[in-house]
């Protein structure tokens, strides 16, 4: 009897443990870096970029030990978010494999008006927390920004700094020209970026200082 008492009593304090070194797991808490706005977003910081020569390949592309031609660019998330769960599900696995790339947008997860708020809420918090994570790691990061509807204005312009070199994609804003207009428009009086770098062919009608990279050139990695 004594030894069954013992043995449930050392199973309920290794129990309390686990619960409280979970409890206080940064991976859990994803609290480690200043924060930025309404919902506490980690903030990505402006970093100096050398904005000449801006080339992107795809994360779906990007592979350990890379050749050398494909490191000197940066890295995109424009794909679909299946392809690139891992950055945030599993940060530290991924570092190796996208730390030997110039620099990277931080992570697109996607954002669509029929998700409710707490999905698109959550969408821009894990974009801003790998961006923060790899900063903290010395990677250089350009914050990606997306939005839907003007809803969704009061939150996702959040966790960026002022005057940051930025980066959007236009792959299937075609169809509702009127709406990404307004979001674009919206992002410029809000944080004023330095840069934009436009993932695809930019409409006429938007203003800044506009990097348009192909999204063709940019499947064409070197292999």
Not at 139 to 155: E, G, K
Not at 156 to 165: A, L
Not at 167 to 179: L, P, V
Request: aromatic share 14%; glycine share 6%.
């Amino acid at each position: 009897m004594m030894i069954l008492q013992v043995c449930l009593q050392f199973t309920i304090f290794m129990s309390i443990r686990t619960s409280v070194e979970k409890r206080n797991d940064q991976l859990f808490l994803r609290n480690g870096f200043k924060t930025h706005g309404k919902y506490n977003f980690s903030l990505i910081k402006k970093q100096a970029i050398t904005l000449d020569d801006i080339e992107l390949i795809a994360c779906s592309d990007a592979k350990f030990n890379d050749r050398d031609e494909n490191k000197m660019k940066g890295v995109h998330f424009f794909v679909d978010d299946y392809r690139f769960e891992n950055v945030y599900n599993n940060p530290d696995r991924t570092l190796g494999k996208y730390s030997q790339y110039r620099f990277l947008l931080s992570p697109d997860f996607s954002m669509y008006a029929e998700m409710n708020s707490w999905r698109q809420i959550e969408s821009v918090a894990k974009n801003r927390w790998c961006g923060a994570f790899w900063q903290e790691h010395g990677l250089i990061v350009i914050p990606t920004i997306s939005w839907s509807d003007a809803l969704s204005y009061d939150f996702c312009f959040d966790g960026v700094e002022q005057n940051s070199v930025v980066a959007i994609g236009m792959i299937g804003c075609k169809t509702d020209k009127r709406a990404f207009m307004s979001g674009y428009n919206e992002m410029l009086n809000r944080i004023h970026p330095e840069a934009v770098i436009c993932f695809g062919t930019p409409f006429q009608e938007m203003q800044g200082n506009l990097i348009p990279v192909d999204y063709m050139k940019s499947r064409k990695v070197v292999r």
